[in-house]
């Protein structure tokens, strides 16, 4: 079993700054990919970053040079630290992990959500 944790969501003013975070406990052999996806009403659940075990990171387009992705291997945790917000960023957050158990058992996890809420 594993078990993800999301927290660091809220309200803040265009142009403030937020970090959410990720932790996942259990039954964890290694973490292949973590990312952060993001939802708004209406809308379909979007990529925010992804960040492979490697390290490199990926962004969507509209959070590029505002949003970074990082990862604690030796706490099986992401972080999202998140810039200069603007209103458009307001939505559900969610974290994604692929995680492996053990050989030929492997899945990808969903955080809870956490919601960002960004006033003009």
């Known amino acids: 079993q594993v078990h993800l944790v999301e927290s660091g969501g809220g309200l803040v003013q265009a142009g403030g700054s937020l970090r959410l975070s990720c932790a996942a406990s259990?039954?964890?052999?290694?973490?292949?990919?973590m990312a952060w996806y993001r939802q708004a009403p209406g809308k379909q659940r979007e990529l925010v970053a992804i960040?492979?075990?490697?390290?490199?990171?990926n962004y969507a387009d509209s959070v590029k040079g505002r949003f970074t992705i990082s990862r604690d291997n030796a706490k099986n945790t992401v972080y999202l630290q998140m810039n200069s917000l603007k209103p458009e960023d307001t939505a559900v957050y969610y974290c994604?992990?692929?995680?492996?158990?053990?050989?030929?058992?492997?899945?990808?996890?969903w955080g809870q959500g956490t919601q960002v809420t960004v006033s003009s």
């Open positions: 259990g039954s964890i052999f290694s973490i292949i990919t």
């Open positions: 994604n992990l692929v995680i492996i158990q053990g050989p030929l058992s492997g899945s990808d996890y």
């Open positions: 960040i492979s075990s490697g390290r490199t990171a």
